[in-house]
């Protein structure tokens, strides 16, 4: 398998524009997690999906975001209209079985709104 | 706000020294898994131990946990220059086994 794939690897975009980020997470894999990194903040997690049903998404942090997993092998994040509070490094993450025992994680999507 | 705190935050260190990094958390917890990642690149998962595990070891790597202290440390032993990186706990609680929360991170330098 060749991994969690994530597109692109980097976005450079406008403040007001939309925003799409996109993950393909291992096969067979039946949890995955979207991540934001910054330096400020670290690591947050946005919203993951258990069986590609959101189980949480008390870490989106407004309405502007939106993150859809559509069937078992595609997700995505969107962020309309995007602002430059949003630039940070996405990330995407999956794992396998009822309890995480180990995550997956893409090689990131670098987002500069400008 | 995120579940551990590493200290830690920055550790720099001479080739075939040990380092030490350390994560505290709040809740109950299921498992804890330390990652690596290297710059800019994704997070890679080193080790899991669970709640009822009280040390554990992988080559170089020594993970110890203490529930009553809600703590654990990452040990590495004889570092190298390639073990430079940021280091992350992550937590599993008892209740959400599907949530995976990660501390703030402490950067690693190893000095050839």
């Known amino acids: 398998d060749a991994g969690v794939i994530q597109s692109p690897r980097h976005e450079v975009t406008e403040m007001g524009q939309e925003v799409t980020l996109r993950c393909k997470p291992i096969?067979?894999?039946?949890?995955l997690f979207w991540y934001r990194q910054t330096m400020m903040r670290g690591l947050e997690l946005l919203i993951y999906?258990?069986?590609?049903?959101?189980?949480?998404d008390s870490g989106m942090p407004e309405d502007r975001f939106s993150a859809k997993m559509p069937n078992a092998s595609f997700s995505t994040l969107k962020i309309q209209p995007s602002e430059p509070r949003d630039s940070a490094v996405y990330f995407c993450?999956?794992?396998?079985?009822?309890?995480?025992?180990?995550?997956?994680f893409g090689q990131g999507t670098r987002l500069t709104v400008v | 706000s995120q579940q551990g705190e590493e200290d830690p935050q920055a550790l720099s260190i001479q080739e075939g020294e040990n380092a030490t990094m350390n994560c505290s958390y709040k809740?109950?917890?299921?498992?804890l898994q330390w990652y690596r990642q290297n710059s800019g690149r994704g997070l890679v998962h080193l080790i899991l131990?669970?709640?009822?595990?009280r040390e554990k070891h992988s080559g170089r790597l020594r993970v110890t946990l203490d529930t009553s202290k809600k703590s654990s440390s990452l040990l590495i032993t004889a570092s190298r220059a390639a073990d430079t990186a940021s280091y992350f706990c992550?937590?599993?609680?008892?209740?959400?086994?599907?949530?995976?929360?990660f501390g703030e991170g402490t950067q690693l330098t190893v000095n050839p």
């Open positions: 993450a999956s794992s396998l079985g009822r309890r995480v025992t180990e995550a997956f």
């Open positions: 096969s067979g894999h039946n949890s």
């Open positions: 999906f258990n069986n590609n049903v959101p189980i949480d």
């Open positions: 809740t109950s917890i299921n498992n």
């Open positions: 131990i669970r709640s009822n595990e």
């Open positions: 992550a937590t599993v609680s008892e209740t959400s086994g599907s949530r995976l929360t």
